[in-house]
């Protein structure tokens, strides 16, 4: 996929996964049971031993698929290179940093750095930002995305941190064009049940699917 389809891919969705699994086979089967479940992307954050390895290995396995494996946690310009050549779909950051937009964007690599402020939220839709990650989120009220949009209607928000089955349809009611969801969605995992992973991915789609209805 090229960088439209893929940015098109998450927000026809409208959730991603992201993950902070225990090592390489945790990742696996939570990856495994977010497809099953409906998800369009799933980062692997590069707080996982071994990121970029899982990365590479899972991109390689859902290559021929609609299903995207991208990177999150990434911190730096170095980071996102290599999450980059070990076939990242996407490059998610909890910060914003010119540097690392402009490095995806010289790769065509979508990039989704975290903003907090409406300084950063102009800088990025300066820098070609197709969505804007809101972070942390449960530092907000799903309104603030509303407060956003009042001056850049054009722009895309996924809200990630604090994003759970109660709040995702007031985040997307609100304006958010898709949400990232951790914890609250890849949690059953941690007591090795991924058909509870694979459930709360189902539900969260249908939540979004349900809130854009109500729009």
């Known amino acids: 996929m090229n960088k439209q389809e893929i940015i098109g891919r998450i927000l026809d969705c409208g959730v991603?996964?992201?993950?902070?699994?225990?090592?390489?086979?945790?990742?696996?089967?939570?990856?495994?049971?977010c497809a099953e479940g409906g998800v369009a992307a799933l980062?692997?954050?590069?707080?996982?031993?071994?990121?970029?390895?899982?990365?590479?290995?899972?991109?390689?396995?859902?290559?021929?698929?609609?299903f995207?494996?991208?990177?999150?946690?990434?911190?730096?310009?170095?980071?996102?290179?290599?999450?980059?050549?070990s076939g990242a779909s996407y490059v998610v950051s909890p910060c914003f940093q010119e540097a690392m937009v402009r490095l995806c964007n010289r790769y065509a690599v979508p990039v989704m750095p975290g903003v907090t402020t409406m300084r950063d939220a102009v800088e990025a839709?300066?820098?070609?930002?197709?969505?804007?990650?809101?972070?942390?989120?449960?530092?907000?009220?799903?309104?603030?995305?509303?407060?956003?949009?009042?001056?850049?209607?054009?722009?895309?928000?996924?809200?990630?941190?604090?994003?759970?089955?109660?709040?995702?349809?007031?985040?997307?009611?609100?304006?958010?064009?898709?949400?990232?969801?951790?914890?609250s969605l890849t949690g059953p995992a941690k007591a090795g049940d991924y058909d509870g992973v694979r459930m709360l991915a189902k539900q969260f789609t249908e939540r979004v699917r349900e809130a854009r209805a109500c729009r």
């Open 125 to 183: 839709l300066e820098l070609g930002v197709d969505l804007i990650k809101l972070f942390p989120g449960e530092a907000f009220t799903p309104g603030i995305i509303k407060a956003f949009k009042g001056p850049l209607p054009q722009a895309n928000f996924m809200p990630t941190g604090g994003v759970n089955l109660d709040n995702a349809a007031e985040w997307i009611k609100n304006g958010a064009s898709a949400i990232g969801a951790g914890g």
């Open 68 to 85: 995207l494996i991208g990177a999150g946690t990434v911190l730096d310009t170095e980071t996102a290179r290599v999450a980059i050549l």
């Open 43 to 66: 980062e692997i954050t590069f707080t996982v031993p071994g990121a970029e390895k899982i990365i590479e290995y899972l991109s390689q396995r859902y290559q021929n698929t609609s």
């Open 16 to 33: 991603v996964a992201v993950v902070r699994a225990e090592d390489r086979e945790q990742a696996v089967r939570i990856a495994e049971a």
